[in-house]
C-alpha cells in the first residue's frame, strides 16, 4: 500500500474524531489529567484497524524479498541456544544443574528475552518507520506501537512453535501452570514496551543514549538468569535480584516447566510497578510525539 493509500484510511480511522471541536491553548495538558487519559483512551481504540493494516504491511514487507523468510525470527535464539549448549558441554561455561536439559532451558530463556528487548526496541522501531507518516498525516500515533507490538507477538508465536518441537525432542515435562503463563509472557512484553516508551525522547534527542543501548542491554541480559539458574549467593546473586526483567523471566520460565514459584511475590510487585510504568511512559510519548514531529519535519 503506497503512502497515498494509508492517508485515505487514517484519514476515515480518525473522520468523526475531527468533526469535534478542538481548541488549542498554551496550556498544558498534564494540568488536565482526566481528560487527557480519556483522550489516550480514545484514541488507543481509533488505532485498532490502523495498526492492523501497519501490521500487516510491515509483515509482508520483511519477510517478502527474504529467502529464509519466517525463520529468520528463530534462527537468533538457536544460534544462541546452540552456542551456549556446545560451551557448556565443554566445560566452556560453567552452569549449575537446571530443572530441564540445558538446550530446552536456554532456548526457553533466549526467546524469553528477545522477546522482552524486541518490546523495548518496538516505540523507537515504530518512530523509525513512520517517519514519513509522521511528517504528513494526522492520525492516532498509537497506532504505529500497536503495530510493532503485533509484529513482536508474530515472532513470538514462531518462536514458540520451535520450543514446543524441542520440548518434545527432550521429553521436558510442563506443568498445568503453563495456562497461566500467557499473563507473565504479556506482563514481560509491557515491561519491555514501558521502558521504551520511556526512552523514545532520550534517544531522539540524545544520540549518546542511541549509541550506548546495545552496549547497555548486552550487560543486562547478562545480568539476567537466561542462560543459567538464579544464583543464591555473591555479588551476582545481588545485581540479579534488582534486575527487574529477572523476577518476570523466571516466573514465566516456572509457570511453564516446573510450576514451583520461586519469585512469586517480586513478580506480583513488578506487575504492578508495570502497569504504573506503562501509563507514566505512555503519557510521555503522547507528551513528545510533538517535539519529535518537528525534528522530523
Not at 68 to 83: E, M, Q, R, Y
Not at 103 to 122: C, D, K, R
Not at 150 to 158: A, E, M, P, R, Y
Not at 213 to 218: A, D, G, H, K, Y
Amino acid at each position: 500500500m503506497n503512502l497515498r493509500g494509508f492517508r485515505k484510511t487514517m484519514v476515515s480511522q480518525v473522520a468523526h474524531k475531527s468533526r469535534q471541536e478542538v481548541i488549542y491553548t498554551p496550556e498544558s495538558r498534564v494540568r488536565h489529567p482526566i481528560q487527557m487519559l480519556k483522550e489516550m483512551l480514545t484514541d488507543l481504540f481509533l488505532s485498532r484497524e490502523l495498526a492492523w493494516r501497519l501490521l500487516s504491511r510491515d509483515i509482508r514487507s520483511q519477510y517478502r524479498s527474504s529467502f529464509l523468510g519466517i525463520f529468520w525470527a528463530i534462527i537468533p535464539p538457536s544460534l544462541t541456544a546452540v552456542g551456549l549448549t556446545f560451551a557448556q558441554s565443554t566445560g566452556l561455561v560453567n552452569v549449575d544443574k537446571t530443572d530441564i536439559p540445558y538446550p530446552a532451558y536456554v532456548m526457553l530463556g533466549t526467546i524469553l528475552w528477545q522477546t522482552f528487548l524486541e518490546s523495548l526496541n518496538s516505540p523507537q522501531r515504530a518512530i523509525n518507520t513512520s517517519r514519513p507518516l509522521l511528517a504528513q498525516v494526522k492520525f492516532p500515533h498509537e497506532a504505529i506501537i500497536l503495530a510493532q507490538l503485533g509484529q513482536v507477538l508474530f515472532n513470538l508465536s514462531i518462536k514458540l512453535a520451535l520450543l514446543v518441537a524441542l520440548f518434545l525432542l527432550f521429553k521436558v515435562s510442563i506443568s498445568w501452570t503453563i495456562i497461566f503463563a500467557p499473563i507473565a509472557f504479556i506482563l514481560l512484553i509491557l515491561l519491555g514496551l514501558s521502558i521504551g516508551l520511556w526512552l523514545v525522547p532520550l534517544v531522539n534527542l540524545v544520540q549518546d543514549v542511541s549509541r550506548s543501548m546495545e552496549v547497555i542491554t548486552l550487560v543486562w541480559f547478562f545480568l539476567t538468569p537466561i542462560v543459567y539458574p538464579t544464583p543464591t549467593r555473591g555479588i551476582l546473586s545481588i545485581l540479579v535480584k534488582l534486575n527487574p526483567v529477572s523476577p518476570l523471566v523466571v516466573t514465566t520460565r516456572e509457570l511453564i516447566t516446573t510450576g514451583n514459584l520461586s519469585q512469586f511475590p517480586l513478580f506480583l510487585i513488578m506487575s504492578a510497578l508495570v502497569l504504573v510504568g506503562l501509563v507514566l511512559g505512555w503519557t510521555i510519548y503522547r507528551l513528545s510525539i510533538p517535539f519529535l514531529i518537528e525534528r522530523i519535519s
